[in-house]
């Protein structure tokens, strides 16, 4: 009997130690891929974020950015990565309409990943140059209207969101203007301040210096409800075209097979982190809005945007050139 209740113990113990162990994570640092370029807003909020996360974790967080073919080049390192809960990425809404883009693509976000915790969404604001003959919403849609495809509207890449949220406005509104796609929102915005293109959807923090300074005005809000720190610009679902609702967003992602406990430990770290008061007002004041959520929210949030971008990609035949 003593043998035997030695053996129980001994059995006991490793079982304690084992969930120990599990429950440790993380015990070294974590790799965070950002498949944006430094600087942009998805490497905005991972800075902020990660900055705070790690103070919470107790270890260090790297941001490691992998720029490059619509994300695809970050979301190809981050599947080639071991699923063990120490390499994630700060991906957007790009990795929901991949695969109606390139109906080759060789993973599918679905299927592959893990989905961690959302972190923010971002409105869409219609910045117009300032000599277009527009100044609110009426006039926009008979300009849009009468001038047709000799409207032109600049995106930060063919499919981003802001090209696709221009693209179901025209649609919702019966116009088809020309769409110039950029390789970033930096030299779109150029142009526009140049007055090579007539709009261009942006996100507020780029959007607002040339606000203040009357460089560029603003006509619509992608979002349903109005912002805050633009009052008077109203938004597409008020200007007639009820249930608009379309904005950029951002979340963390791993590899599918993440282990359950790391999983659920750095979900609750995301989710804290974004409620602490000082994170939440530093990303607002950057133009983000703080969505802290779990891991089952915010793969159904995901499901729904890939079904609502890929029926935009496909009514309006969107191609990758």
Not at 69 to 92: E, F
Not at 286 to 303: I, Q, S, V
Not at 312 to 320: E, L, P, S, T, Y
Request: charged share 20%.
């Amino acid at each position: 009997m003593r043998q035997a209740g030695i053996a129980l113990a001994f059995v006991t113990c490793l079982a304690f130690s084992a969930g120990a162990g599990a429950q440790a994570y993380p015990t070294h640092a974590i790799r965070w891929l950002v498949p944006y370029p430094p600087g942009g807003g998805a490497d905005n909020v991972a800075r902020v974020v990660t900055q705070r996360l790690a103070q919470r974790l107790g270890q260090a967080i790297i941001v490691d950015n992998r720029p490059g073919g619509n994300t695809i080049i970050g979301t190809q390192a981050l599947l080639s990565a071991p699923k063990d809960g120490y390499t994630v990425m700060n991906t957007a809404e790009q990795i929901a309409v991949n695969a109606a883009l390139y109906p080759d693509l060789k993973y599918s976000a679905e299927r592959d990943l893990d989905f961690v915790a959302p972190l923010v969404r971002t409105p869409l604001v219609l910045l117009a140059r300032r000599d277009l003959p527009v100044s609110d919403a009426a006039g926009l849609l008979a300009y849009l209207k009468e001038r047709g495809d000799r409207v032109t509207y600049g995106s930060w890449g063919q499919g981003g969101m802001n090209h696709l949220t221009m693209e179901a406005f025209a649609d919702r509104a019966g116009v088809r203007p020309t769409h110039v796609p950029f390789s970033g929102a930096a030299p779109a915005v150029r142009d526009l301040l140049g007055g090579q293109i007539d709009l261009y959807f942006s996100d507020p923090a780029t959007a607002l210096p040339h606000l203040r300074t009357g460089k560029l005005k603003a006509l619509l809000v992608s979002t349903r409800e109005r912002l805050a720190y633009l009052p008077d610009v109203p938004t597409i679902h008020e200007s007639g075209y009820r249930d608009f609702d379309m904005y950029s967003w951002q979340g963390v992602v791993a590899p599918k097979g993440m282990p359950p406990q790391a999983l659920k430990t750095l979900a609750a770290a995301v989710r804290e982190t974004l409620q602490q008061p000082d994170v939440n007002k530093e990303l607002l004041e950057r133009g983000f809005l703080p969505e802290p959520g779990t891991p089952e929210a915010f793969r159904a949030f995901f499901l729904r945007s890939q079904a609502t971008l890929a029926g935009i990609v496909r009514k309006r035949n969107i191609r990758i050139e």
